[in-house]
């Protein structure tokens, strides 16, 4: 079984985040009811007319651009003709001939090594409309038909579950980042066909592509499951055929849908209704100007700032709470890095919040910042604080007088303290004599709690050391 190596090339659909839809002015939404941003190039109406949108195209070639593709400047369109019910045009407008870019690449890394995943083509298409199956009726929802899509389509270069994976999270992050799309695959703005096939010797042996995988993990149960199927069925003197499948996910299986479609059965032919167009050197450049810092080199960047891996993983997944550290790393990367990642984010998630429902500004983190390092905030303190900011917002000084958090770091008034609890534990006093550490530990919180949590630790732990070295033992 062990000889058999596993080819994996990947289609993957993602809604743009556009406005309108691909050839009509109506909304690119899912908000409201069933079927309320519709019109008739949506529903398909005799003698409706699509109209491109240039938003679209922009972001395709945005998206193009990151994928390092040479753009075909001058685009066309074609119909991709079959019948469904969710398609009342018999036809799907796609980039059969030109599509917007053509052989680029996107690096990976799996365990360390990095590689190179070339990219066949991206292309632009339209939705279809969305199919909702109930017990024994079917509905149809147009709000999905004519949402923009781009696919993304790669050479069979992949050869294991982990580089698919990794190839599908580093797709994401890309168009998150370049707000290109939301890339979700629970909720369908994400979609991915798999092809796998295996093979004994160097030429590529026939494939299968799986459809309806609903997680990118579950890419790699369905990699796992088709190549262990194929395998079986070549072991056992059986041929492996093109076909569609799917990937039933309780089982952790594939099952056939139907035999494969092949170019042919589809007729494309050019669209008669949108004219060739061509996107000029300027309208590419103001594209490329909008590509915001990407992944890559934010964690380098981070890298060099003494962040943890631990906090730079979590800043780029979340990528509001990156664009927010990019703000208020200029007061300390360390300190803010561990703030986001720790207390913010934790307070997220409890209250199922995102980072614009919290009320914490740039002002706030710069504050802090400047306290701590001053002394006049403990970490206990910023816990405090922290959820209040977020929650109600507001000046961070303004909040510590309202909480008595004020610091005692006046040396005179600290020292009166000092010496009343040396003079309250003689023990303790004869123990740092001893040797014993642990009297420091004990006296220091002895103090503490006189000064109600409002003594300057720093400045206590310095008093305290000197005093107890210059007491002399009765
Ligand atoms: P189609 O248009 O029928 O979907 P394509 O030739 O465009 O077919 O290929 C679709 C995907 O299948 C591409 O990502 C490609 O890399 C992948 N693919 C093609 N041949 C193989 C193979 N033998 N094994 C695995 N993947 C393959
Ligand atoms: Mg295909």
Redesign the pocket.
């Known amino acids: 079984m062990n000889n058999y190596q596993k ?5 993957v659909h993602c809604e743009l985040k556009t406005k309108t839809k691909m050839f009509s002015d109506t909304l690119n939404s899912y908000e409201g009811s069933e079927n309320s941003h519709i019109n008739g190039i949506d529903l398909a109406y005799p003698g409706s007319l699509p109209l491109v949108n240039l938003g679209a195209v922009k972001l395709a070639c945005k998206a193009a651009l990151l994928l390092h593709c040479t753009i075909n400047k001058t685009m066309s369109f074609d119909r991709k003709n079959y019948f469904y019910p969710d398609l009342p045009k018999g036809y799907q407008i796609t980039q059969a001939r030109t599509p917007i870019g053509v052989n680029g690449y996107v690096m990976i890394e799996v365990e360390g090594t990095l590689k190179k995943i070339r990219i ?1 083509d991206i292309h632009m298409e339209e939705d279809t409309a969305k199919s909702i199956h109930q017990v024994d009726k079917s509905y149809l929802d147009f709000n999905r038909s004519g949402v923009p899509l781009i696919e993304i ?5 992949m050869h294991t579950e982990e580089e698919a994976m990794a190839y599908l999270n580093k797709l994401r992050e890309l168009f998150v980042y370049a707000d290109i799309s939301d890339c979700k695959m629970e909720e369908g703005s994400m979609r991915c ?1 798999v ?3 295996v ?1 004994k010797n160097d030429s ?4 299968t ?1 799986t459809k309806n995988i609903g997680s990118i993990s579950s890419v790699g149960k369905a990699i796992k499951a088709e190549s262990i199927r194929q395998i079986e069925v070549l072991e056992n003197g059986g041929k492996i055929v093109e076909e569609t499948r799917r990937f039933d996910e309780k089982d952790e299986r594939t099952i056939l849908m139907r035999v ?4 042919n059965d589809y007729r494309y032919f050019p669209e008669p209704n949108i004219p060739e167009f061509t996107l000029t050197d300027e309208e590419i450049e103001e594209v490329r100007l909008t590509i915001p810092k990407m992944p890559d080199e934010l964690r380098e960047e981070y890298r060099s700032l003494q962040v943890n891996e631990n906090n730079i993983k979590t800043l780029i997944q979340h990528r509001d709470l990156c664009s927010f550290f990019e703000e208020v790393k200029e007061y300390d990367p360390v300190m803010t890095s561990n703030l986001l990642t720790g207390d913010v984010l934790m307070y997220l998630n409890k209250n199922n919040l995102s980072f614009k429902d919290i009320k914490l500004t740039k002002e706030n983190m710069k504050d802090i910042v400047a306290k701590v390092q001053k002394q006049e905030l403990s970490s206990k303190q910023v816990k405090q604080l922290l959820p209040i900011l977020m929650e109600k917002g507001g000046d961070v000084s303004t909040l510590m007088n309202e909480l008595g958090m004020v610091q005692i770091s006046d040396d005179q008034v600290l020292q009166q303290l000092v010496d009343q609890v040396i003079q309250e534990n003689p023990s303790s006093v004869e123990d740092f004599k001893n040797g014993k550490d642990r009297a420091v530990k004990y006296l220091m919180g002895q103090i503490m709690k006189a000064s109600k949590g409002q003594a300057n630790p720093v400045s206590v732990n310095r008093l305290l050391l000197d005093t107890l070295k210059r007491t002399n033992l009765n």
Not at 7 to 11: D, N, S, V
Not at 153 to 157: F, K, L, M, S, Y
């Open positions: 080819t994996i090339g990947i289609e066949h389509v790669t050479e069979p270069d066909d092809n796998v096939s093979s590529l042996g026939v494939r592509e494969k479609e092949t170019g």
